[in-house]
């Protein structure tokens, strides 16, 4: 029985949090039943929200650089299964966007994760998913380099502008994180 569907059509027409949002909903979600690896990110921005393409951005496409995975398999569903932390765009802040909303991921994530298969890999991208995934005390260096303790987990920087700096000052994540990073990923979707 395919439960993908009607849950995708159950989270298109989610309005929990509308009179909070400065724009209208639109999560932006993918997901398949077959999705070996799933990446847990921030909220979409605001092209994101304009597109409703999921990591429609510079952002999306150094993940896909770090996880060593082109567009097409990217944007596959029955591959990769992409769940926010909060499904629509929270608007702006000084300084970047607003944290995602806290209604979304404990609303959602458990029934989206229940459909996907038990071997999977995740990706916690942020403080906001490593918080409630991998919650721990530190730095992000620090978070990153200790990781979550399992091997199906990776935890990870968010992948905007500012990572490029975070990565200067951090070598090891280049020369030792991605490259086991790119091996998961292709263990899992081949």
Not at 125 to 137: F, L, N, S, W
């Amino acid at each position: 029985m395919d439960h993908v569907g009607p849950l995708l059509d159950e989270i298109a027409a989610c309005r929990v949090c509308a009179e909070k949002l400065a724009h209208p909903p639109r999560p932006v979600v993918q997901l398949g039943a077959g999705a070996r690896v799933v990446l847990i990110g921030q909220a979409p921005g605001r092209k994101v929200h304009d597109s409703g393409v999921p990591w429609d951005d510079d952002s999306g496409r150094r993940l896909r650089d770090w996880m060593g995975i082109d567009e097409a398999d990217f944007y596959d569903p029955g591959k990769v299964a992409m769940l926010p932390m909060g499904f629509c765009y929270p608007g702006k802040a000084s300084g970047g966007d607003m944290p995602p909303r806290p209604e979304c991921a404990p609303l959602w994530h458990a029934r989206a994760l229940e459909v996907l298969p038990p071997d999977r890999l995740t990706l916690l991208i942020g403080t906001y998913a490593h918080a409630r995934y991998a919650p721990g005390k530190g730095k992000l260096a620090e978070r990153v380099r200790r990781g979550s303790g399992s091997p199906d987990v990776f935890v990870l920087p968010h992948p905007a502008w500012r990572s490029v700096l975070w990565m200067r000052d951090n070598p090891w994540f280049e020369a030792d994180i991605l490259p086991e990073l790119r091996a998961a990923v292709a263990a899992r979707i081949g």
